[in-house]
T-cell receptor
């Protein structure tokens, strides 16, 4: 089935640093979503992208929908301790309703 | 406005028992999705339901798993004769509609049910 390749798998950074992660696929997606999951909780939506080339911000978070519709990236600027968690990209194929998830990026921040 | 409610949060079953997981969608949402997450992995789609209808069950194992979303009450994911490999976190999501091209089908997730099979 469809697969999203998310990288990096994990990141260890200092507080205040910027973070970048991305997802790629061999399939074309209609919608890209970025979620954050804290331990023991469900994914929480951070940013939704609907058009190729779209660049959207949510506070310190910025995400882009790739021009080819096969990739997306998420940037976090000036990281803070509460940014710790696992970040997932998820995509919707055109005409489909099931989300395809990446494997996740685990973010750890050293204070 | 309450979010997606799942219960129980934790469920322990012995091999061969049945597990029933419940999901109440957000108010105003009529579409429910179930996903499974193994440790250190992303979520995998299982089934998509609307009221009284299964729309897409392409991710459901062929045996022992079933799902329903009755006219009244929560959606239920049922696992019969559980095995150790069923141990995972099961997440429910809901959306207001699916719409057509360009519609914004955002799925909102519950906190999950963590199933442990002994």
């Amino acid at each position: 089935g469809q697969q999203l390749n998310q990288s990096p798998q994990s990141m260890f950074i200092q507080e205040g640093e910027d973070v970048s992660m991305n997802c790629t696929s061999s399939s074309i997606f209609n919608t890209w979503l970025w979620y954050k999951q804290d331990p023991g909780e469900g994914p929480v939506l951070l940013i939704a992208l609907y058009k190729a080339g779209e660049l959207t911000s949510n506070g310190r978070l910025t995400a882009q929908f790739g021009i080819t519709r096969k990739d997306s990236f998420l940037n976090i600027s000036a990281s803070i301790p509460s940014d710790v968690g696992i970040y997932f990209c998820a995509g919707l194929l055109e005409g489909a309703q099931k989300l395809v998830f990446g494997q996740g990026t685990r973010l750890t921040i050293n204070p | 406005n309450a979010g997606v409610m799942q219960n129980p949060r934790h469920l322990v079953r012995r091999r061969g028992q049945e597990a029933r997981l419940r999901c109440s969608p957000m108010k105003g949402h009529s579409h429910v999705y179930w996903y499974r997450q193994l440790p250190e992995e992303g979520l995998k789609f299982m089934v998509y339901l609307q009221k009284e209808n299964i729309i897409d069950e392409s991710g459901m194992p062929k045996e022992r798993f079933s799902a329903e979303f009755p006219k009244e009450g929560p959606s239920i994911l049922r696992i019969q004769q559980v095995v150790r490999g069923d141990s995972a976190a099961y997440f429910c999501a809901s959306s207001p509609s699916t719409g057509g091209i360009g519609s914004k089908n955002i799925q909102y997730f519950g906190a999950g049910t963590r199933l442990s099979v002994l």
